[in-house]
């Protein structure tokens, strides 16, 4: 008898994006690393927190049965923080940066309940938690104004704000009553946030965003916060 085998049907149209992102960053990334020493890098380490209502499907094969479970869940995401940013045109009171704030944690789920059906009956589960690993990859492009926005300002300006957009490739997994669910996806950002702290040792800054399809056709949107030390 084969054991059995439990899939999700997945769309792989993201990873064909995910490849043109990872293309981009790793340029971005090497531009930063050979122009270093020309370019003011700014460096940020921090934490981040995420959180989204996820609602779908997902599908269980067995050699004798198949089970759907349409579910939904609260994903909330922790992680630490590390990005680098390199401004691309500045002046004397603000800047365009372009950086890759990344983050690198655990996710959990909670507020778990499906309806699912062996194709006789339906069950409803409620009650299912997880906790796997989880990551994010954005490249955005920031408007910074005032404290730390461009190199003239360092002794000027005690506080600032950036407001930017971009795309971010995020992962996790989700625990299903019918087994593990890859979550992943290539989203449109937006973010915004405020920098203080006059000296080097008080720098940070506290940023928030949101990311997912920003029509109205009940996609998830997740929403996040983080709390950075300007390096």
């Known amino acids: 008898m084969l054991a059995p085998l439990s899939h999700i049907v997945t769309n792989f149209y993201p990873m064909r994006k995910l490849c043109v992102f990872l293309s981009c960053a790793g340029f971005f990334l ?26 779908g499907k997902a599908r269980s094969i067995t050699d004798s049965s198949v089970t759907e479970a349409e579910y939904s869940v609260k ?26 704030p990344i983050m690198l944690g655990f996710s959990t789920t909670s507020n778990y309940r499906s309806v699912d059906f062996n194709g006789t009956k339906r069950d409803t589960i409620v009650g299912l938690r997880g906790t796997r690993l ?12 005032g404290l730390y926005s461009a190199a003239e300002d360092l002794r000027k300006k005690k506080f600032g704000i950036y407001v930017g957009a971009g795309y971010v490739y995020s992962y996790t997994k989700l625990r299903t009553s019918v087994g593990n669910v ?50």
């Open 75 to 100: 994903l909330r995401q922790f992680g630490i923080v590390y990005g680098a940013r390199v401004n691309i045109l500045a002046w004397s009171f603000g800047s365009v940066s372009i950086g890759s």
């Open 182 to 231: 890859i979550f992943d996806g290539f989203d449109p950002c937006v973010r915004a946030g405020i920098r203080m702290g006059e000296s080097w040792e008080r720098r940070f800054s506290i940023g928030f965003s949101m990311r997912g399809n920003f029509s109205n056709n009940g996609s998830p949107r997740t929403y996040g916060i983080q709390l950075l030390k300007e390096l």
């Open 134 to 145: 989880a990551f994010e990859l954005p490249l955005l492009a920031d408007l910074n104004i």
């Open 30 to 55: 090497a531009g930063t690393v050979l122009y270093a020493q020309s370019v003011r890098v700014d460096q940020v380490f921090g934490l981040g927190i995420t959180s989204a209502n996820i609602s």
